[in-house]
């Protein structure tokens, strides 16, 4: 990835959102592509993008719907799981979508939302709004273990230091843990080794 790249002057229009009105019109099994490049975007108070979202999505004409599928690349922003340094971590996502009309493409009349209450809706204009699904997805696919490198030596449990700075942080024997202690005269014995 090119950092230092020319900044392209955005749409002014929302995000991840796709007006779907000419596909509504198409025959079932018509479908659309569109490339996603989304600087940033808020996913949750402590989840945070550490790189563009990129990737595609694809909308496809259903008899009744139509569904999004896309798949995403980006990164997110974490702290190591041992040392709590800031890492960052990709992420992959794959978002698979059905979405109703509110309104009748061919009456203009809106459609009773209540048969279905929990599925994904365009709005009145025939607009996808694919952000909380893009939002949710991200959230979803967070590691559970984040390691700033997979030999991370973590913080001293004595004094909260970091050990991979100072591999050779050590404690006066007085200050270690008696369980500590223990272990060490047990390392200390020649046939231990
Ligand atoms: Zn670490
Ligand atoms: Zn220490």
Known sequence: MV???????RPSRPVLSYNVAALLR???GTSRSYPVDVPDLPIA??????????????????????????DLSTAIEAHCNRCLR?????VEVRIEEEALPSIDID?????????????????ANHELDLVQPVRDAISLAEPIVVLCR???????????????????????EEEVDPRLAAL??????PDND
């Open 107 to 123: 009456s203009g009349q809106p459609v009773d939302p209540r048969a279905e209450p929990d599925v994904l809706r365009l709005d």
């Open 26 to 28: 198409a025959a079932p």
């Open 45 to 70: 108070e402590d989840l945070h993008l550490a790189a563009p979202i990129e990737g595609e999505v694809r909308l496809a004409r259903t008899g009744r719907s139509i569904l999004a599928t896309a």
């Open 86 to 90: 800031r890492v960052v971590a990709p």
């Open 150 to 172: 997979p030999d991370c030596r973590g913080l001293c449990p004595v004094c909260g230091s970091d050990l991979n700075d100072n591999p050779d942080h050590a404690h006066a």
């Open 3 to 9: 950092w230092s790249r020319c900044r392209r002057p």
């Open 184 to 189: 060490a005269d047990w390392r200390a014995e």
